[in-house]
């Protein structure tokens, strides 16, 4: 077969992933799996990180760290923006949460990528270009393409960002 793929730009490669065999992609409760995260980095689960767990499992749509911070702040519990911050990059390097970038990298948000009982698939998205709107779209469609495009070129997909950013027609 001859190779149809063409290199227009050159980035540095991705870390590697665990197999989704591994125990880093069990179905364990994320608490479980950010407390044995944490414990292989010699960090405690102290009081506030695990505030910032309850309430970023709590979101079921795009969330931003300034909102978590406003989350804990509003139910009475102490955690300043630096740790808000810095937890979240633990979730993230944890497998529980991926950034997510809009609008070159303008916009960043945050997407649970785990339930608590485990992973789930990652969101796509249309963006309002007028309004601003993110609306998370479920498009089965997009997997099942992004799957056979890899099979054709010889890849395997690990992971994928979908966005669409549209104009609302005039007839709608």
Same mark, same amino acid.
């Given at each position: ?12 490669? +991705?870390?590697?992933?665990? /197999?989704?065999?591994?125990? /880093?992609? $069990? ?8 407390? $044995? ?15 910032? +767990? ?23 519990? $102490? ?22 970038? #809009? ?5 960043? #948000? #945050? ?5 608590? $009982? ?14 601003? /709107? ?12 992004? /799957?056979?495009?890899?099979?054709? +070129? ?19």
């Amino acid at each position: 077969m001859a190779d149809q793929t063409k290199t227009v730009l050159k980035l540095d490669p +991705l870390p590697r992933l665990p /197999d989704k065999q591994g125990p /880093d992609r $069990s179905v364990a409760p994320a608490c479980a799996t950010f407390r $044995s995260f944490l414990r292989r980095r010699g960090l405690k689960f102290t009081r506030e990180r695990a505030a910032i +767990l309850d309430t970023v499992l709590r979101r079921e749509t795009l969330f931003h760290a300034d909102g978590v911070a406003e989350d804990l702040r509003q139910a009475g519990l $102490s955690g300043s923006r630096a740790t808000v911050y810095r937890t979240l990059g633990h979730l993230q390097e944890a497998g529980l949460i991926r950034q997510i970038t #809009f609008d070159g990298g303008r916009h960043g #948000f #945050f997407e649970r990528v785990a339930d608590p $009982s485990g992973p789930r698939e990652p969101g796509d998205y249309l963006i309002d270009a007028e309004s601003g /709107d993110v609306v998370r779209v479920d498009a089965p469609e997009l997997r099942e393409a992004r /799957d056979a495009l890899c099979r054709r +070129l010889g890849f395997e997909p690990i992971r994928h960002q979908f966005h669409v950013f549209a104009r609302r027609r005039e007839d709608a």
